[in-house]
């Protein structure tokens, strides 16, 4: 799937929320995805049948990150990965000493393992 307005929109999703450390922009980003593919339409407003299977399949893909990674906050995901440590990207010093930890190098992993679970769910029943 290519919606260059989608994957624009989805840039705010970044560092859990407009970096506020909230809920993981990956599995964030993987719910509008099967949304796209699963859910209704503005033309199909009344069509329940659609909204729960998408509710459904992001339900499906948020218990599993839960379960893969221990939680959906990206500041939880950060602090584990960083060994107990939370650093606030948003204050100079901390950005650097996160840096220096390599505390976001396992990101890339976890978005391609979220986005590996969400083309899984994609491709059931096809």
């Not at 919606?3 to 989805?10: C, G, I, R």
């Not at 509008?32 to 329940?48: A, C, F, H, M, Q």
């Not at 976001?104 to 590996?116: E, G, N, R, S, V």
Request: some cysteine.
């Amino acid at each position: 799937m290519k919606d260059n307005d989608l994957f624009k929109a989805a840039s705010g999703l970044s560092g859990g929320i407009g970096w506020m450390h909230d809920t993981c922009g990956s599995l964030l980003g993987a719910s509008l995805i099967l949304g796209l593919k699963y859910g209704r339409g503005r033309e199909e407003i009344d069509n329940v049948e659609k909204l729960i299977s998408s509710g459904e399949k992001v339900g499906k893909i948020y218990k599993w990150f839960e379960k893969e990674f221990g939680t959906t906050k990206c500041r939880e995901i950060r602090t584990i990965f960083s060994g107990g440590v939370y650093y606030n990207l948003i204050i100079p010093m901390q950005a650097e000493l996160a840096k220096e930890a390599g505390v976001l190098d396992p990101c890339p992993q976890l978005i391609a393992k979220t986005a590996a679970k969400a083309a899984e769910i994609l491709l059931e029943n096809v």
